[in-house]
């Protein structure tokens, strides 16, 4: 059973461009949630998402930032017009239910220049 | 202030030293989690209770809700133990807050 899978590991993008970053969760797994890591900051949650709904998106900027999860195939995590601010390492985790276990991905390192 | 207080920030232990890390939180939870993140790599989840208290290893994980504070302990540390903890609490509405991690160091 592989466990959560983020691609791609690194990504590199220019100011303007978009960034899509993918989170397969665990086998049977259909709670999803995105994290962001600023520099020298701790983990704060952007997102909370069951297959093709968002329950929470608390924690997601209001512009530009958009996520989903579709019935079918990995969960996407989508920057428009990114900006130098948005270079961060994001991590999504997974969960069979609510209020159980996250499992971790091992995160996208997305570098904006 | 931030809902989750770790403490300390760094720690700096010999191998085979008992060690301790703090997390207190300041609302009500539905479950606490203990995560590892190495350098430059992912985080693995070490332990999500909501209750008492639970063992891998040489790791151990408490929590008592009533005074709302967690511990994590590593008993006979090794340089492999190296890396940053990270206390998560859950809230009701599933979600998650951060502590601001403890950096461990483990000398040999």
């Known amino acids: 059973n592989a466990g959560v899978m983020q691609n791609p590991r690194h990504l590199v993008r220019r100011r303007g461009q978009e960034a899509r970053l993918r989170c397969s969760p665990m086998?049977?797994?259909?709670?999803v949630y995105w994290y962001r890591q600023l520099p020298e900051e701790g983990l704060k949650f952007m997102v909370y998402?069951?297959?093709?709904?968002?329950?929470?998106e608390s924690g997601m900027p209001k512009e530009r930032f958009s996520a989903e999860f579709p019935k079918e195939g990995p969960s996407i995590l989508r920057i428009q017009q990114v900006v130098r601010g948005d270079s961060a390492a994001y991590f999504c985790?997974?969960?069979?239910?609510?209020?159980?276990?996250?499992?971790f991905g091992q995160g996208t390192r997305l570098t904006v220049v | 202030k931030n809902e989750v207080e770790q403490s300390p920030q760094n720690l700096t232990a010999q191998e085979g030293e008992f060690i301790t890390i703090n997390c207190s939180y300041s609302?009500?939870?539905?479950?606490l989690h203990w995560l590892q993140q190495h350098p430059g790599g992912g985080i693995v989840s070490l332990f999500m209770?909501?209750?008492g208290k639970k063992k891998h290893g040489r790791l151990i994980a408490t929590i008592n809700i009533q005074e709302k504070h967690s511990s994590l302990h590593i008993t006979a540390s090794h340089p492999r133990d190296s890396a940053v903890y990270i206390c998560?609490?859950?809230?009701?509405?599933?979600?998650?807050?951060f502590g601001t991690g403890t950096s461990l160091t483990v000398i040999p």
């Open positions: 985790a997974s969960s069979p239910y609510q209020h159980t276990e996250a499992f």
């Open positions: 086998k049977g797994h259909s709670h």
């Open positions: 998402l069951q297959k093709e709904n968002i329950i929470d």
């Open positions: 609302v009500g939870i539905s479950a």
């Open positions: 209770l909501s209750s």
């Open positions: 998560a609490f859950q809230n009701t509405g599933n979600q998650f807050y």
